[in-house]
């Protein structure tokens, strides 16, 4: 009910003046999946887990998943628990939660980054994944999907085993698309979601608040 009153502002997120170096973009061996994010109900890492025993039986390409992030340790338990009933567990580690350092060298060695929440009001970690310069698999329910998919920085696909499933395998075969996927997520990541964006929006709305116009060359 607050019409054109209402602004949405993104959080922002550490973009570098260049693209990270990434490796070249490998045509052998597996396709390196990585899931960062709390471990919860809404994340849904069991479809995830499910999507990914779809995919290895369809591709003749291999794929491996890193899941990285913590929650409570019985849930955490069932997953594993699931991957191996699935028989994925060769194809899945588990990491915990990891920051700084740790959380950069896991963009870094990833090739696609994935997250099929069903429900985000934002996505701080798919706009971490793409200021990597990774592209990225998510579903609608992620608030960044209609950017992501505008953009062409990865794929946005419903919230079910067959369709996930598919969005994995179509990764594992284009193996060469994903870089120029990855730098149009890096450009999204440069133009919307750095912290000098975010503040020059912010800087903006101070401005249209205060009756101001806002002046060309002023920064936040």
């Not at 191996?84 to 350092?101: A, P, Q």
Request: net charge positive; proline share 6%; glycine share 10%.
């Amino acid at each position: 009910g607050h019409g054109d009153r209402a602004r949405v502002i993104p959080l922002g997120v550490d973009v570098g003046e260049r693209p990270p170096r990434r490796q070249s973009a490998r045509t052998g061996g597996p396709l390196r999946l990585l899931f960062l994010s709390r471990l919860h109900a809404k994340k849904n890492v069991p479809l995830l887990l499910r999507s990914m025993a779809l995919a290895a039986a369809r591709s003749p390409r291999p794929v491996e998943l890193t899941i990285a992030g913590d929650g409570e340790p019985t849930y955490g338990a069932e997953l594993r628990s699931l991957a191996e009933r699935l028989g994925v567990s060769g194809r899945v580690r588990f990491v915990g939660h990891v920051d700084g350092d740790a959380k950069r060298r896991l963009l870094e060695g990833a090739d696609c980054f994935v997250l099929p929440s069903a429900h985000e009001n934002f996505g701080l970690a798919v706009a971490e994944a793409m200021a990597a310069a990774l592209p990225v698999i998510v579903t609608p329910g992620v608030a960044l999907s209609r950017e992501v998919e505008r953009a062409g920085a990865g794929l946005v696909t419903d919230a079910s085993d067959d369709a996930l499933a598919s969005a994995i395998v179509w990764a594992a075969e284009q193996r060469l698309v994903l870089p120029e996927m990855g730098d149009r997520a890096w450009q999204l990541a440069r133009q919307s979601l750095s912290w000098d964006a975010t503040c020059t929006r912010l800087a903006r709305l101070y401005d249209e608040l205060a009756g101001m116009p806002r002046h060309e060359g002023r920064r936040a």
